[in-house]
């Protein structure tokens, strides 16, 4: 028996950019950019001074009775006790995707449906709940602490709270988690092990989550949000750090169609790699990355001249967006191949774990939609970027099949394949 096809068949979005598909559609059309003027520490100057903030929520209050959300979504105490803030806005994604993908409860909680979840947890809420645990020499320790804070709890909260029975699990390779989540999802279906896997991917945006990697000089610190997050762009300084959620369905096409859900695109195949090179930076000559490419496009069946469009991982780094485009050369350029390449963390920042999963359900939106999101805030290209097509402005054309990358710390490389959907 053929394997299954495999589909997107829903979508959710509480993001910098929009927290619902024809927003964030609209604002990948216009390349309008949810990066603002952000206090990581109120009353204190800092020399990061912007994030890509997410709009109608505030989870700023260290316990969950002082959040404030849309009135759109129904969340009960009993839930919000075990949540993380990114916790919240998981649980809003999830419900616009059991909505767009007109699931029922019989379809959560049949052993049919499994869930996949990446993050990186909530540093936030953990350095508030160790220090009540030393301060009061061990007499204080909130009992959801653990749940609410560790790198597992979106899966615990959200298939306990949706009665999910399937196969259920966490990832945390970094910034390619929620992409390496979708690749097993993938897996899971077309072994004949689930028919749907709900994929979601969150992250705090927060002094904790973020700073920390000033000390890596990895962010930037230009004060202008209009101009901060600019891949590929010779006088990018760092990333701009941001959050929220984002979630996805896969599932049997079957599956799907018999429920009259919404396809969004086919997934193909993928492949992942590791650099083996370093804890912290890139491959300099994008070699992993370059691996997995090769290994997502020979699972897919798919040349690299027939690739329509790249969303690059491309954060806005000197040293990653440099690794990336020497990958990028070595599969396309080296070939006579030149897909328009662009990266939309112009626009949102990078979400760390979640930006896979964010990015994934993009593509899935130009693909259905036809268009090309243009390389906002590019202004002049690196002279490493030679030979690729970098558009300025977003395109009004449909891909037929788009590359997505992903890269995290330890060099964890990891690429999908997805097209069109074609009856």
């Not at 927060?206 to 004060?223: D, I, Q, V």
Request: hydrophobic letters at 40%; a negative charge.
């Amino acid at each position: 028996m053929a394997n299954p096809r495999v589909v997107i068949s829903g979508v959710g979005f509480i993001t910098s950019i929009g927290n619902d598909r024809a927003t964030v559609s609209g604002s990948l059309r216009e390349l309008k950019s949810g990066i603002e003027r952000f206090d990581f520490l109120p009353g204190v100057e800092l020399p990061i001074a912007v994030a890509g903030t997410i709009k109608d929520f505030d989870t700023r209050a260290l316990h969950w009775a002082g959040w404030r959300w849309p009135a759109e979504y129904s969340i009960t105490k009993d839930l919000l006790r075990g949540l993380p803030p990114h916790g919240l806005h998981a649980i809003c994604a999830v419900e616009q995707v059991i909505r767009d993908a007109r699931l029922t409860v019989a379809d959560l909680t049949d052993e049919d449906t499994g869930l996949f979840c990446g993050s990186a947890g909530s540093p936030r809420l953990m350095r508030h709940y160790l220090n009540q645990i030393h301060e009061s020499r061990g007499e204080r320790i909130a009992p959801m602490a653990v749940v609410s804070t560790i790198a597992g709890t979106l899966n615990f909260n959200l298939a306990a709270h949706y009665g999910i029975r399937g196969a259920v699990a966490g990832f945390v390779s970094a910034c390619a988690s929620t992409t390496q989540a979708i690749g097993y999802a993938f897996d899971e279906i077309t072994l004949g092990r689930q028919r749907r896997m709900l994929v979601v991917g969150g992250e705090d945006v927060s002094f904790e989550s973020t700073y920390a990697f000033h000390g890596m000089r990895a962010l930037s610190r230009n004060p202008d949000p209009a101009r901060a997050s600019r891949p590929f762009d010779q006088d990018r300084d760092g990333f701009v750090g941001t959050g929220g959620a984002a979630a996805l369905l896969l599932e049997d096409a079957e599956s799907a169609r018999s429920r009259g859900a919404p396809i969004y695109a086919e997934m193909l195949g993928w492949g992942q790699s590791a650099d083996g090179h370093s804890v912290a930076s890139s491959d300099p000559d994008g070699r992993g990355l370059a691996s997995a490419m090769r290994r997502a496009l020979a699972a897919a069946h798919v040349a690299p001249a027939n690739i329509g469009y790249v969303n690059a991982h491309a954060t806005s780094t000197p040293v990653g967006d440099e690794s990336e485009a020497r990958a990028l050369q070595t599969i396309f350029t080296a070939v006579g191949a030149h897909p328009p390449v662009s990266s939309t963390k112009a626009l949102t920042g990078h979400s760390l774990s979640m930006a896979g999963i964010m990015e994934t359900a993009f593509c899935a939106l130009a693909l259905t939609e036809e268009f090309i999101p243009g390389a906002a805030n590019l202004e002049n290209p690196d002279p490493a970027c030679a030979g690729l097509d970098l558009p300025r402005t977003t395109l009004a054309q449909g891909p037929r099949l788009v590359l997505k990358n992903s890269s995290g710390f330890g060099g964890s490389n990891v690429c999908l394949v997805l097209r069109r959907w074609e009856p």
